[in-house]
């Protein structure tokens, strides 16, 4: 059961544009989500978070979108660079905690995006 | 960057094997985490390791095991490596308790023949 997905294997915009990366959740446990950015052979990189208790979060050109009520959120790169081109991974996590204090956090399946020069 | 290595980055070992990965971090960061990446399944835990000896099961740990004997290295072992643990293993690391954020390793590539 996937209880976060990403249903866009891949996306393809133009320098320039907007690019617009949505992610689904089912869990109504999640509180805090982030998204997390992947080249080819690094690891991911942390790049923007939300707590549920907010509906938007800004970062330069990054800004995260959180819809409560749907469970869904959303990460809108403007503009869209070249560099930016790689997998996004959205994340969240739940506020129960496992033994250690440990925050189960749940990746979905990620998004390919490629910024065409 | 946080300090994280991982080693080795590649391996290609035969099914029934037993295979140990590391991880390494200089940023004295209490959590640890192993994860791996698979087509269609994004990251999922295998173990994740909470201080010195205090490790606890992911959501993918049969198969695996895990030691945590110093703050800096957490190792995953596959006992008898199988042709279904092919995969991209990733090490992570976090500040503290409620800190979500993770930092990443640079990942091993793996392959059971």
């Known amino acids: 059961d996937q209880q976060v997905k990403q249903n866009s294997p891949s996306l393809s915009v133009q320098e320039g544009r907007i690019s617009i990366l949505n992610c689904d959740y089912t869990?109504?446990?999640?509180?805090?989500f982030l998204w997390y950015k992947k080249y080819p052979a690094e690891g991911p990189t942390f790049l923007i978070s939300?707590?549920?208790?907010?509906d938007k979060n800004e970062d330069g050109r990054f800004t995260v979108f959180l819809n409560k009520s749907a469970k869904h959120l959303s990460l809108h790169i403007v503009p869209s660079q070249p560099g930016d081109s790689a997998v996004y991974f959205c994340a969240a996590s739940e506020g129960t905690r496992s033994r250690g204090g440990y925050q189960k956090v749940t990746f979905g399946t990620g998004t390919k995006l490629q910024v065409i020069p | 960057d946080a300090g994280i290595t991982q080693s080795p980055r590649h391996k290609v070992t035969e099914t029934g094997t037993p295979v140990t990965l590391r991880c390494h971090q200089t940023?004295?960061?209490?959590?640890m985490y192993w994860y791996r990446q698979d087509p269609g399944h994004g990251l999922r835990l295998i173990h994740y390791?909470?201080?010195?000896?205090?490790?606890d099961k992911g959501e993918v740990s049969d198969g695996y095991s895990v030691s945590r004997s110093k703050t800096e290295d957490f190792l995953l072992t596959l006992e008898s490596a199988t042709s279904s643990q092919t995969s991209v293993y990733f090490c992570a690391i976090s500040e503290s308790m409620g800190k979500e954020t993770q930092y990443f390793g640079p990942g091993t590539r793996l392959l059971v023949l």
């Open positions: 869990n109504s446990m999640f509180d805090y």
């Open positions: 940023e004295n960061h209490r959590y």
């Open positions: 390791s909470y201080g010195v000896k205090d490790t």
């Open positions: 939300i707590s549920s208790i907010k």
